[in-house]
């Protein structure tokens, strides 16, 4: 099991880049949490689900990926009951049912761990299927693992989850090869649908989505007729602003802070860019940012080398998960995105959020400590 790795492969950069995320996220998360009596003891939480995290992390990379390919039934269904769980025995908040809470483990939002499941299955298909990547029976394969899962999800209602795995879907598939073609008649059918779907919400038909999604995105594209709803990010893009080149301090107790007026809710997970912005300034954003690109890239290089189609697009799909969370993440805090609530990976509060991406992680790098020998001279999309 462990003959093929070497421990000289092991990208520790990677391991010290996420810690200091994580760091730094501790710091925001207790700024954040200071003067509310309801989220007392968050910041030590987050601490016992990077620890716990990280032990996962350490198990996740050292099982070969090939052997959670070969166990794709297991994976799939672990991941299918844990969302209908949700469904039967789920807890709602804020209108949302996304939860569940298990004997020992506690309060466990089940598509965050879908998102692995999501990968792997994605992959493994893909790496058995990699001559006919375009064939009707490869996509009825991919439909038939990840179609009920996102169903699931979507229904929770959590479509930013459902849209951020859509999209790494289609980057894991066209990094595999897709054709050009299917990508085509894929946009022919998309940018009408797209127009349609805000003509529709425009003229009052809500569609398939809740009543608070619509408010969000209508807030979005006609703010001034939507004021009452579109407080939060106003407040998130005033309080970055007042930040400055070097921000406020941590912990600060200004009178004119916007975190300290309450003027966010859910400031630790869905805004904690925002008490980044105000509390460390550009600084302090730049180095968040700076930080999520540098890993993006160090998982991309071990993409380059990977030993097979497998290990390429498990990195591809981690990075595309860390990617697109962390720019719908800042975009939504800068108001270019409608609110959405996604957290930012290893920042904000959240201990499915932090132990599934340590998860991911793992897997990363257990395809690096299975790299060739001879490293690729070409770019991981040269062949494409």
């Not at 492969?9 to 730094?24: A, Y």
């Not at 390919?69 to 672990?78: E, G, Q, R």
């Not at 697109?324 to 805090?333: E, K, L, M, R």
Request: charged share 15%; aromatic share 10%; net charge positive.
């Amino acid at each position: 099991m462990f003959k093929k790795y070497n421990i000289k492969n092991l990208n520790v950069r990677i391991i010290i880049i996420v810690l200091l995320l994580c760091s730094i996220g501790v710091l925001l998360i207790r700024s954040a949490t200071m003067d509310n009596i309801d989220y007392e003891g968050m910041p030590k939480r987050q601490i016992f689900g990077i620890v716990v995290g990280i032990t996962v992390m350490v198990v996740m990379m050292l099982v070969d990926y090939n052997l959670l390919f070969k166990a794709w039934p297991i994976v799939f269904l672990t991941s299918f009951v844990l969302l209908l769980a949700v469904r039967v025995f789920g807890s709602t908040t804020l209108g949302a049912k996304r939860w569940v809470d298990l004997p020992l483990i506690g309060r466990l939002q089940p598509s965050e761990f879908s998102k692995i499941a999501i990968i792997l299955n994605l992959a493994a298909v893909l790496q058995y299927r990699r001559k006919h990547v375009n064939s009707p029976l490869t996509w009825g394969m991919i439909l038939a693992l990840i179609a009920p899962q996102l169903l699931l999800i979507v229904t929770q209602p959590d479509l930013s989850t459902t849209i951020l795995c859509t999209l790494v879907i289609l980057t894991m598939i066209y990094v595999a090869k897709l054709s050009y073609k299917i990508i085509g008649i894929a946009l022919a059918v998309v940018v009408p649908t797209g127009i349609w779907f805000i003509y529709s919400l425009l003229n009052g038909d809500t569609l398939f989505l809740k009543e608070y999604q619509v408010n969000r995105i209508l807030s979005f594209v006609d703010p001034q007729k939507y004021q009452d709803k579109i407080y939060q990010q106003e407040n998130a893009v005033m309080a970055i602003g007042s930040g400055g080149f070097w921000g406020k301090g941590l912990n600060t107790t200004s009178f004119e802070s916007v975190k300290n007026g309450n003027y966010l809710s859910e400031a630790q997970t869905d805004f904690i860019f925002t008490i980044g912005g105000e509390e460390l300034g550009f600084v302090g954003c730049m180095i968040l940012l700076g930080l999520v690109i540098a890993l993006i890239i160090e998982i991309m290089v071990i993409a380059k080398n990977a030993d097979s189609l497998g290990g390429r697009l498990i990195c591809v799909g981690v990075s595309g998960f860390f990617a697109y969370q962390t720019f719908i993440h800042v975009a939504v805090n800068l108001w270019l995105m409608p609110n959405t609530g996604l957290p930012m990976p290893f920042v904000s509060y959240g201990l499915s959020s932090i132990i599934s991406s340590f998860m991911l992680l793992g897997l990363v790098l257990n395809v690096g400590l299975q790299r060739k020998k001879k490293e690729k001279k070409e770019s991981i999309f040269s062949d494409l």
